[in-house]
């Protein structure tokens, strides 16, 4: 039997991603279509604790598709770790009647959801919302694609100045336990190699992979390091790069956080619209403590506890081999 929700809240907690706004107004217009009383919650967690929460109507979400970051803002809230941080939180969503709640965010915001949907019996439902892509239960997590377009943007102006001077650029993107990002950016750049947090790749091979091309006349060559690489990030191996390959001029260039803003892409402006319609729906229909995510391009739920527990074994090697073979 469905459940009779009459008050749904929505939050974006941990890293923010270009396309959480467009999720946002998709959560928010859903529910309001569907007769429900709508409420965002702002800074994440921080704003359950301390009872931020504010009713949002159908204009309230107008004009914010195409805008990076998050209207709702979010924040890393340690309190909301701890029991009496949970009962806080709950009682301020008691005092409304919110019986559903919506979370936007990465691992961490789902372990915090978990423990939450568990200990209190509300209704939780999860969208992958990071650039890391780094959750189970989706091909790709909000964010991911317009980090991408970001950094191969990037590259292709750092390619220019790297081709006019036959330097060799070593260029370090985020991705602290995932090689998601630096993977496909290579891959869509050109780049000459790739080093991911999943992946040891010795000195030896590397340089070897350079000399092809060195030997071949490439003019320049572009190195994407992704930043848990554990050989070092991009300036450590730049360095010992340099020790044994001192023909060419070496550059190191950090993308930094340039990465997580920016105007959401049409990919992520529709999976963030799609993502946020079914996470309404699945509350509407009884479904709870699930994460809504894209397989091919269906959307379908999955657990939270197994999103969570299939973390990061995402990497596609197929890629990965393929992008020795087309940096020749
Ligand atoms: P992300 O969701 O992007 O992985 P974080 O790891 O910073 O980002 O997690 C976001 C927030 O989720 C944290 O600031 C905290 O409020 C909450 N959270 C993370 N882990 C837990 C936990 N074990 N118990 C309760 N809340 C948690």
Redo the contacts with the bound molecule.
């Keep these: 039997m469905k459940p009779n929700i009459k008050n749904i809240a929505v939050l974006t ?3 923010d991603a270009p396309g959480m706004n467009a999720c946002i107004r998709a959560v928010v217009r859903t529910g309001i279509y569907n007769g429900v009383n709508m409420f965002g919650v702002m800074q ?3 704003g359950l604790i301390n009872n931020n929460i504010i009713p949002m109507d159908a204009r309230s979400v107008s004009n914010i598709i195409h805008l990076g970051g998050t209207i709702l803002k979010t ?7 701890t029991e009496e941080g ?1 009962e806080i939180a709950f009682n301020h969503l008691k005092e409304r009647e919110i019986d559903g709640l919506v979370v936007i ?8 959801a978990q ?2 949907g568990k200990k209190f019996g509300i209704r939780v439902m999860g969208v992958p ?2 650039i890391d892509n780094d959750l189970y239960g989706s091909d790709f997590t909000l964010g991911y694609d317009t980090a991408i377009n970001t950094v191969i943007e990037a590259i292709d102006k750092i390619r220019d100045t790297a081709d006019s001077h036959d330097r060799l650029f070593f260029i370090e993107v985020m991705g602290r336990d995932s090689g998601c990002i630096a993977l496909r950016s290579a891959i869509s750049s050109g780049a000459e190699a790739v080093l991911l947090p999943e992946r040891e790749t010795s000195l030896d091979e590397l340089i070897n992979q350079l000399e092809i091309g060195a030997k071949t006349k490439k003019s320049s060559s572009i190195v994407i390091v992704s930043e848990g690489h554990k050989a070092g990030g991009a300036y450590d191996v730049a360095k010992k790069v340099k020790e044994r390959f001192n023909h060419y001029d070496t550059k190191v260039t950090i993308l930094g956080h340039l990465q997580r803003g920016g105007s959401p892409s049409s990919f992520d402006r529709i999976l963030g619209s799609r993502l946020g319609y079914a996470a309404v729906n699945e509350l509407l229909s009884g479904n709870s403590m699930q994460m809504v995510g894209l397989f091919g391009n269906e959307i379908k739920a999955t657990s939270i506890d197994e999103a969570l527990t299939g973390h990061n074994f995402k990497l596609e090697s197929d890629l990965l081999e393929m992008t020795k073979v087309l940096s020749i």
């Design positions: 907690s941990g890293g994440g967690y921080q924040a890393r809230c340690l309190e909301f770790k949970m965010g990465g691992d961490g915001t789902f372990t915090g423990r939450f919302g990071t």
